[in-house]
C-alpha cells in the first residue's frame, strides 16, 4: 500500500525558507511521479510541483512558485522534498504530496493524475 508522510513544516517569516520532505513507502519512483500541492482555507487546491522520479527527472512548477522552490529527490531515501525559499504570505497553505501519473507531470493538470496523498503539513508566512 503506498504511503506518503509530510513534515517539514512550521511558522516562517516573509522572505524566510523552509524545506518540506515526504517521506514514501509501499511503491517504486519507477512506477509513479511526485507532485506537490497545496490548499490554502476556503482556496481551490494548487499544484505546486511536479517530479518525474524516474527517467530524467524532470520537473514542473507553477506559475506562482517558479524562481523560489525547488523539488529534488533522494532516492536512497525514498524521499522527497520541496526547498521554499523568498516565502510570501500568500505561500500560507497545507502542503501535500502525492503519486502522480507520470505522463502528467509535467503541466498544471498534474493533479488530474493524483493517486494517492499524505495527509499534509501546514506552512503559515508571517509578516
Known amino acids: 500500500e503506498a504511503q506518503l508522510v509530510e513534515s517539514g513544516g512550521g511558522l516562517v517569516q516573509a522572505g524566510g525558507s523552509l524545506r518540506l520532505s515526504c517521506a514514501t513507502s509501499?511503491?517504486?519512483?519507477?512506477?509513479?511521479?511526485i507532485g506537490w500541492f497545496r490548499q490554502a482555507p476556503e482556496k481551490d487546491r494548487e499544484g505546486v510541483s511536479c517530479i518525474n522520479t524516474r527517467g530524467d527527472g524532470s520537473t514542473y512548477y507553477g506559475d506562482s512558485v517558479k524562481g523560489r522552490f525547488t523539488v529534488s529527490t533522494d532516492n536512497a531515501k525514498n524521499t522527497v522534498y520541496l526547498h521554499m525559499n523568498n516565502l510570501k504570505l500568500e505561500d500560507t497553505a497545507t502542503y501535500y504530496c502525492?503519486?502522480?501519473?507520470?505522463?502528467?507531470?509535467?503541466?498544471?493538470?498534474?493533479?488530474?493524475?493524483?493517486?494517492?496523498r499524505g495527509k499534509g503539513t501546514l506552512v503559515t508566512v508571517s509578516s
Open positions: 509501499g511503491f517504486s519512483f519507477d512506477d509513479f511521479a
Open positions: 502525492a503519486t502522480i501519473s507520470p505522463s502528467l507531470c509535467d503541466g498544471a493538470y498534474f493533479l488530474l493524475g493524483m493517486y494517492v
